[in-house]
């Protein structure tokens, strides 16, 4: 089945190439459009797709009042469509936005999106990050990744120290299982850590058995419940 995709912004040349560009892929399929807020929280629900590409900066529409703490058009989507989509179909956010700024990719991803990527992304690495995303990755580029890592890891201070089951990791596999947390593949793990594929696979069913999970899904909530991401 195709991966169903809502493309969010308030610029059309942007959505007509953001939709051009997925048509290339034959297991991504463009389901709908939005421009703003109102228009967006109501394809959401009308359309449940499987991913939304969202603008970072929507504009609010005159009038509107955010939803407390939610700040830019974006993360008012995310704070209305929270849960949409119901357990068997959840529908994924990945922010897509000119800005790579530290404020702009930790506000949106603290209101629950999934990753964010820039817009000077190729279309076959953006239609890689959907695919991605819709398997229950987080995905960042390297940059993005490391403000993520930054912010959250301030929020926790040392609780992940005394964390028993993170605690079962050696140093090594514990950097590994970041990576693959953040949605990096084996050969981006490899090629970071100066190490073999091979190698990588060992650490990750090595993380995998001691964490007993059974997938890089389950292993990317564990990291977010503990704020590793």
């Known amino acids: 089945m195709s991966i169903r995709v809502l493309v969010v912004d308030d610029h059309r040349l942007v959505r007509t190439g953001v939709t051009a560009e997925l048509a290339a892929a034959e297991d991504v399929e463009v389901v709908g459009e939005a421009a703003d807020v109102e228009s967006a929280v109501a394809a959401v629900a009308r359309l449940s797709p499987d991913v939304v590409l969202l603008d970072v900066h929507l504009p609010l529409a005159e009038g509107d009042s955010p939803a407390a703490g939610a700040g830019s058009g974006g993360a008012e989507v995310l704070a209305r469509c ?37 817009k000077t992304i190729s279309g ?6 959907v695919r991605r995303v819709a398997e229950g990755d987080a995905v960042f580029s390297p940059r993005l990744a490391g403000f993520v890592l930054d912010a959250f890891g301030a929020m926790s201070g040392e609780v992940a120290v005394a964390d028993d089951e993170l605690d079962r990791l050696s140093a090594r596999e514990r950097e590994v299982m970041r990576l693959i947390a953040r949605g990096r593949s084996y050969k981006e793990v ?9 190698t ?13 999970l059974s997938s890089r899904h389950e292993l990317t909530r564990w990291a977010a419940a503990r704020r590793l991401l």
């Not at 490899?190 to 091979?198: G, M, Q």
């Open 190 to 198: 490899a090629r970071e850590l100066f190490i073999s594929v091979k």
């Open 200 to 212: 990588v696979e060992t650490h990750v069913s090595s993380v995998l058995r001691k964490l007993q």
């Open 124 to 129: 076959p690495d953006l239609a890689a990050a």
């Open 82 to 118: 929270l849960g949409a989509g119901g357990e068997e179909r959840p529908v994924r956010f990945l922010a897509l936005s000119v800005s790579d700024a530290a404020d702009d990719v930790i506000a949106v991803i603290r209101r629950g999106a999934r990753g964010y990527v820039t």
